[in-house]
């Protein structure tokens, strides 16, 4: 009987040749505010998902190249990937409101681009791995944020579809997490006279209904973000309206977002369903 190949760690993925996006696009002054465009052979305007990578908001643990394989993947299958940049809580800038300025401004600009680049933003896909699965759904939700909010803007990008793959939607009780409870204090900034609720304009479970169709994505054995989170979060914004399917693939967390790996391949075909007009199911 043959040996079961062993789990897809991190390293081994990384070890992967790695693909190169198509260009590289500005959206602020700071040398993490940019985001890769991967752009699909043939002529547009051609569909689009926004890819926003994980590593505990943090910058020293993870930047978005871990996801140049995703992205490479999705390109392959037709899609245009704007794979975003940002500033973690661990460089200046970072935290609050700096990091969630940054995901909407390079969602913004992605807005204002998508003209030029060839790009259909009829049915935009946001989707987020890990922390990027937070800030996916939290993208969904700036339409929702209040003037008073520092994250406040007044015409958010429009989002057709979420997939949240293995993200940390409450930021309130999802503290029992690889990223623990210290960094999502430093995410939020601390509790002042101007922001009193460092929940109201941060946490996606605290913003519900988001009035996006989400998909939901854990795999059975991941250890990192485990599924239950998931479930409960996808529980609760159903119950406030929203549509939202959960899948549990097989997989860890980095089978999420490897191709040729169960998981990823059932993640990329229901992204690239969604950018052309699928509903969810």
């Not at 081994?12 to 890769?36: C, E, K, M, N």
């Not at 210290?182 to 900034?189: I, P």
Request: glycine share 12%; charged share 15%; hydrophobic share 40%.
């Amino acid at each position: 009987m043959a040996a079961a190949d062993p789990p897809l760690t991190w390293a081994s993925l990384r070890a992967r040749p790695r693909p190169a996006p198509t260009h590289v696009i500005s959206y602020g002054s700071d040398p993490h505010q940019f985001a890769q465009l991967w752009l699909p052979d043939g002529d547009g305007p051609h569909p689009v998902v926004v890819l926003i990578h994980g590593g505990c908001w943090t910058t020293g643990i993870a930047d978005l190249t871990y996801m140049n394989y995703a992205a490479e993947d999705l390109r392959k299958r037709g899609l245009a990937v704007w794979s975003l940049e940002y500033r973690g809580v661990d460089v200046a800038g970072g935290g609050y409101p700096g990091t969630f300025q940054d995901i909407g401004a390079g969602l913004d600009k992605l807005g204002q681009d998508a003209v030029k680049w060839g790009l259909s933003l009829d049915h935009l896909v946001v989707a987020g791995h890990s922390a990027g699965g937070h800030l996916a759904l939290w993208a969904a939700a700036r339409h929702k944020l209040k003037p008073t909010s520092p994250l406040y803007v007044t015409h958010p990008l429009k989002i057709g579809a979420v997939v949240d793959i293995a993200g940390i939607p409450n930021l309130e009780t999802d503290i029992k997490t690889a990223c623990g409870a210290d960094v999502l204090k430093q995410l939020t900034g601390p509790i002042t006279a101007a922001h009193p609720d460092i929940y109201a304009d941060t946490s996606p479970a605290h913003l519900l209904p988001l009035g996006v169709p989400q998909v939901v994505v854990h795999g059975v054995a991941d250890d990192t973000v485990r599924p239950e989170l998931g479930a409960t979060y996808a529980a609760a914004a159903r119950k406030a309206g929203d549509t939202v399917i959960v899948l549990t693939p097989p997989g860890t967390h980095v089978d999420e977002i490897a191709p040729g790996e169960p998981a990823w391949t059932l993640i990329a075909g229901r992204i690239t369903a969604l950018a052309h007009g699928a509903p969810i199911q």
